[in-house]
């Protein structure tokens, strides 16, 4: 079945079993492997990435739902060579240790920023609960996100 | 991948058992990827928009089967009149979990730890089941039978759940029992709504997961408590007539022992509420 979707601004089309995890199609078809799979049954929140303008599991989603849809992948947060406030925060502030989760925090992050621009801090807490961090790195992830929306 | 709610119905009349619903893929993605589903063939239904939206009525309110939980906590009708399914909805899963699980999905998953049937139960939702012949209507409660057992034909799709607006001035109490706050399949999960009259308790509904191969509408509960005063006797009556009602288990997630206990504590906190 071929499946034709927007993936960080770009058409793409692939060919492929109508149930193929997205996560798959990205990481094997269209190499954007910044996309992590952690427990691949949707508990971890490694896989995030945003279709039409909400956050998913890429695990859970077979590819033929994305039909007509448009990604954002960790690949597309950065613009013109820029990185995003979140994904520059997270490096300043040391909001990444072994990377895995990283993707996923970004992209939770990024999404709670549009919904949300100046977050309590439990908002963040509730924001980014789909995503666990196994480096136990929390606050300063959490920090992270603080510091990104105050620029 | 049907066109339409039409083509979907179809297609599971003509073939009915050998297709399955695919809605939001939360619970059938992983158990896919897992090898641990017979079905070989799915019926994609994300993409119907027949079976979604929120209508109101002055009577009720009717979701879509395909109403996501992150559409039901923004609603606000369901915010200020069923606060406990907004507060279902928003501890299932995470956020990108709730973006994509579904209400409908909820309910055919049949899973007995399931989060949003306790308040549906005690909201006295009603379902409708539709397919090539027709629709029909009826109460959710008694719609699960068994352990994952239900009443529901192979070529019929669940199409909406319908809400009775009757709920003001009740007391509403949710609270699910899980090993973190989210992303947690429940341990224990209770709903309990009330309304005291001259100081008595007057239409109290109960209804708790996790405790028996369905989630249970304490019926029994819901009898020793009605036209009582709210205090200790009450209560310890209630606690012994739920002992009864509610058959917990061993399991990965937790105890018999422990489940039947945070039950019992679950419906004195409850209660405690109730108390002037």
Same mark, same amino acid.
């Given at each position: 079945m071929q499946i034709n979707f927007k993936v960080n601004g770009e058409e793409r089309s692939v060919e492929g079993?109508?149930?193929?995890?997205l996560l798959d199609v990205l990481r094997e078809q269209l190499h954007l492997t910044g996309t992590k799979e952690g427990c691949g049954e949707g508990e971890c929140g490694a896989c995030t990435v945003i279709i039409d303008g909400q956050i998913v599991n890429s695990c859970l989603v077979p590819v033929a739902q994305v039909n007509g849809s448009e990604i954002t992948t960790i690949e597309g947060v950065a613009s013109n060579g820029e990185l995003h406030a979140v994904q520059q925060a997270f490096i300043d502030h040391g909001g990444a240790q072994c990377g895995i989760c990283t993707p996923g925090m970004v992209l939770a992050a990024v999404d709670l920023l549009k919904r949300n621009p100046q977050p309590t801090e439990n908002d963040i807490r509730n924001g980014l609960a789909g995503n666990l961090c196994r480096c136990t790195g929390y606050m300063k992830i959490f920090e992270s996100v603080v510091r990104a929306y105050q620029k | 991948m049907p066109g339409s709610l039409a083509d979907a119905l179809a297609l599971l009349n003509t073939e009915p058992g050998v297709w399955k619903p695919f809605a939001g893929g939360t619970d059938l993605m992983v158990l896919l990827e897992a090898g /641990? $589903?017979?079905? *070989?063939n799915y019926v994609n239904?994300?993409? $119907?928009?027949? $079976? *979604?939206g929120i209508a109101v009525t002055d009577a009720h309110i009717t979701l879509g089967a395909l109403t996501t939980y992150t559409e039901v906590q923004a609603h606000p009708i369901l915010k200020s009149e069923f606060p406990m399914l907004c507060q279902a909805a928003s501890e299932t899963g995470g956020l990108a979990i709730q973006n994509r699980g579904t209400l409908g999905g909820n309910i055919v998953n049949a899973s007995p730890a399931a989060d949003s049937p306790p308040a549906l139960l005690v909201y006295d939702a009603e379902i409708e089941l539709i397919s090539t012949l027709g629709s029909r209507w009826f109460p959710y409660n008694g719609f699960h039978t068994g352990y994952k057992q239900m009443q529901i034909a192979p070529d019929e799709l669940l199409a909406r759940i319908r809400l009775p607006r009757r709920t003001r001035g009740a007391s509403h109490y949710y609270r699910k029992v899980g090993? *973190? /706050?989210?992303?947690a399949i429940s341990k224990v999960c209770f709903a309990g709504l009330a309304r005291i009259d001259q100081g008595h308790i007057e239409d109290v509904r109960i209804a708790v997961g996790s405790v028996a191969p369905i989630i249970v509408r304490c019926v029994e509960t819901e009898n020793t408590l009605r036209g009582e005063k709210p205090g200790a006797e009450t209560t310890q009556a209630a606690c012994a007539s739920l002992s009864r009602e509610i058959s917990p288990i061993d399991d990965i997630r937790s105890t018999a022992q422990y489940r039947l206990q945070v039950a019992q504590n679950l419906l004195t906190d409850f209660l405690s509420t109730l108390e002037t």
């Open positions: 079993f109508p149930m193929a995890r | /641990k $589903l017979d079905h *070989r239904i994300w993409g $119907l928009s027949e $079976l *979604r090993t *973190r /706050k989210a992303q």
